[in-house]
């Protein structure tokens, strides 16, 4: 009795692979060198309002400290 | 009977071949999409330049392992989470402790700030994922107002609430993911596939629509459709536990950082991955990854100590940041680009910038 459900599990488990790998193996790809540039292009148009890529001045990092020491 | 089990075995061998034929077919579509590599093409965007980049401020206060962190929107608190059990929210600015709460267990694996600012959400060994309200009333116990929203059958590793404080994304070591209703605590979606322990999870930014992206110990990374609970993608290319996934700003690719001592990156819409950032002398795993604002810069925590920042397009490694004394084991930039902030089994924060 256990071995037939185990192989009714078994059965339904490499269905759901099957269906799985149909669903996946059917979406629409675009080539690689089509991916790269758009990639590339997101990151041209963004580079310069990204603070830790280009640095922003100091007076508009609050974590960068404004003052500077002194020795007394 | 006899003949039954004959039967079954043969649907069973004959499902099994078609698997592996689809499997095949796979990689036979994926490849011929695979013109050229994105490092080829990166050749003609300039080089970056010299970075200096500090700790900026050390947050001390945890009395263990800080497992995860995570930043609120208004670019300034942090939430984080320790194996001592405690939560804690920070002003990064300041470097004061806002609220401490001590959870019923120990390894506090994830943790979460709500969109809103007014909620953090935290689980572990406890299984479960539970919501406490931040309120700035010293007489208020926090504790006395937590909400027990997930549950899971195993240790909870990763949280994030979705667009608003009413949903709850978690992954757990019970192989699955769910998607969770605030207030009532309902299971609204459950997402099975991973075949061992789920470690990671990161939510598409919104403009991309309702995916997710969760990486486990089955070394797979899977792409998510939130509404249907089916997985649309699933990418198998580390050789080891992928414990960080997060996606690109555009929503187009997502990063992993792993066991296996790499970083990769994988596009959606080409179906593949098209970068590996590595080097012969890189043998820890990574532990956290994250984004700067462009995407051109990925961040990676690594159990040797190290932080290395990734060109992501040319694919070579453009500093290493020294400065925690143990393994590096979360790191998330902050909303608006200006920090990132990490945090290590020495215990502590740093806020780098």
Request: proline share 1%; net charge negative.
């Given at each position: 009795m256990s071995s037939k459900t185990t192989s009714t599990n078994n059965i339904a488990q490499a269905r759901r692979t099957v269906q799985q790998l149909r669903l996946e193996a059917s979406i629409e790809r675009i080539k690689v060198s089509k991916a790269s540039a758009d990639l590339m292009s997101y990151c041209e148009e963004?580079?310069?309002?990204?603070p830790l890529l280009i640095g922003i001045p100091t007076s508009e990092n609050p974590f960068k400290d404004k003052k500077t020491c002194t020795i007394l | 009977m006899a003949t039954d089990g004959l039967h079954e075995?043969?649907?069973?061998?004959?499902?099994?071949?078609?698997?592996?034929?689809?499997?095949?077919?796979?990689?036979?579509?994926?490849?011929?999409?695979?013109?050229?590599?994105?490092?080829?093409?990166?050749?003609?965007?300039?080089?970056?330049?010299q970075f200096v980049m500090k700790t900026r401020r050390t947050l001390k206060g945890h009395g263990n392992k800080v497992l995860?962190?995570?930043?609120?929107?208004?670019?300034?608190?942090?939430?984080?989470?320790?194996?001592?059990?405690?939560?804690?929210?920070?002003?990064?600015?300041?470097?004061?402790?806002?609220?401490?709460?001590?959870?019923?267990?120990?390894?506090?694996?994830?943790?979460?700030?709500?969109?809103?600012?007014?909620?953090i959400a935290c689980g572990g060994l406890d299984n479960k994922c539970s919501v406490y309200p931040l309120t700035f009333d010293k007489n208020e116990n926090m504790?006395?107002?937590?909400?027990?929203?997930?549950?899971?059958?195993?240790?909870?590793?990763?949280?994030s609430f979705t667009n608003s404080d009413m949903q709850i994304l978690t992954a757990s070591g019970d192989g699955t993911c769910a998607l969770w209703d605030v207030e009532s605590g309902q299971l609204l979606q459950s997402f099975h596939g991973h075949g061992a322990d789920v470690l990671c999870l990161d939510l598409a930014p919104s403009e991309t629509g309702n995916t997710f992206v969760s990486g486990g110990c089955d070394k797979k990374a899977m792409v998510w459709d939130m509404r249907s609970g089916q997985c649309v993608q699933a990418f198998e290319t580390h050789e080891s536990d992928i414990n960080s996934v997060r996606y690109y700003p555009s929503g187009d690719a997502f990063?992993?950082?792993?066991?296996?001592?790499?970083?990769?990156?994988?596009?959606?819409?080409?179906?593949?991955?098209?970068?590996?950032?590595?080097?012969?002398?890189?043998?820890?795993?990574?532990?956290?990854?994250?984004?700067?604002?462009?995407?051109?810069?990925?961040?990676?925590?690594y159990n040797d100590y190290t932080i290395n920042v990734w060109d992501v397009l040319k694919g070579a490694r453009a500093s290493i940041l020294f400065g925690h004394e143990n393994r590096v084991s979360t790191l998330r930039v902050s909303p608006d680009g200006t920090a990132f902030c990490s945090g290590s089994w020495d215990h502590t924060l740093r806020v780098w910038a």
């Open positions: 963004h580079a310069r309002s990204d | 075995s043969e649907t069973l061998a004959a499902l099994r071949s078609e698997a592996e034929g689809l499997k095949g077919k796979l990689e036979e579509e994926r490849a011929k999409l695979h013109d050229v590599e994105l490092h080829q093409v990166a050749e003609r965007v300039e080089a970056l330049g995860c962190m995570d930043w609120c929107r208004d670019k300034r608190r942090i939430v984080s989470s320790s194996q001592d059990g405690k939560v804690i929210v920070w002003d990064s600015f300041t470097t004061n402790k806002e609220h401490a709460v001590t959870m019923p267990c120990t390894w506090v694996m994830a943790c979460a700030y709500a969109p809103s600012g007014c909620a504790a006395a107002k937590k909400r027990s929203v997930a549950m899971h059958t195993n240790y909870l590793s990763a949280c990063a992993s950082g792993s066991d296996d001592a790499t970083c990769r990156l994988y596009d959606l819409r080409a179906d593949r991955e098209v970068a590996i950032y590595s080097k012969e002398s890189i043998i820890f795993g990574a532990s956290s990854v994250d984004f700067s604002l462009s995407g051109r810069l990925l961040f990676a925590g």
